[in-house]
């Protein structure tokens, strides 16, 4: 299994700051497949990011990953209030696709 | 518009069992692979089960061991998952999922229903 670890763990930022954000997956994820998520409070995941650096249908190019093998980011400019969420990464290269623990922004 | 609507959650007493279904709509519900994921304070998101888009092939997480079983009506639109001999470690909002091209890239996500163990 393919263990996904996210830090930091929370991360206060003032809106127009940048945020970065970092997953590190335990062996190497295959072909890059590692998706970033955006949760808010009572509503379900949002797919931002797939095969690492692809934004999904939608999704605003103030959002950007990069990265692969073990170490990739997650890179949010300009935070507007919206932005501010919980964050989760992903593997869906091999079963059981695994999330990591999310990463909180935060407003300061 | 993509929509998926869990239903079936509840209060469930250990060893109890429960079925959740997902509504879909919005898409061609029989060519897309699906899946439940589920979400707990102290786990975080845990995918549980995923279905091809026909239903003849099912992937599970370890810990599945027998007690869920995922299923689907293609005819209905209606994602489905059994869940047997529950245990308070199964309290949790239990999501369906689309999967993309990739069974396992989840681009739209139902709202969720709330399961409680407890007695």
């Known amino acids: 299994e393919i263990v996904l670890t996210q830090s930091p763990g929370t991360l206060s930022l003032s809106p127009g700051e940048r945020a970065t954000l970092s997953c590190r997956a335990s062996?190497?994820?295959?072909?890059?497949?590692l998706a970033w998520y955006q949760q808010k409070p009572g509503q379900a995941p949002r797919l931002l990011i797939y095969?690492?650096?692809s934004r999904a249908t939608g999704i605003p190019d103030k959002f950007s990953g990069s990265g692969s093998g073990t170490d990739f980011t997650l890179t949010i400019n300009r935070l507007e209030p919206e932005d501010f969420a919980v964050y989760f990464c992903q593997q869906y290269n091999s079963t059981p696709w695994t999330f990591g623990q999310g990463t909180k922004v935060e407003i300061k | 518009e993509v929509q998926l609507l869990e239903s079936g959650g509840g209060l469930v007493q250990p060893g109890g069992s429960l079925r959740l279904s997902c509504a879909a709509s919005?898409?061609?519900?029989?060519?897309?692979?699906m899946s439940w994921v589920r979400q707990t304070p102290g786990k975080g998101l845990e995918w549980v089960l995923g279905i091809s888009s026909s239903g003849g092939t099912t992937f599970s997480a370890d810990f599945v061991k027998g007690r869920f079983t995922i299923s689907r009506d293609n005819s209905k639109n209606t994602l489905f998952l059994q869940i047997n001999s529950l245990r308070a470690e199964d309290t949790a909002i239990y999501y369906c999922?689309?999967?993309?091209?990739?069974?396992?890239?989840?681009?739209?996500w139902g709202q969720g229903t709330l399961v409680t163990v407890s007695s």
């Open positions: 062996q190497s994820v295959g072909s890059n497949y």
């Open positions: 919005g898409f061609t519900f029989s060519n897309y692979a």
């Open positions: 999922a689309k999967g993309n091209w990739n069974i396992g890239l989840f681009d739209f």
């Open positions: 095969g690492a650096s």
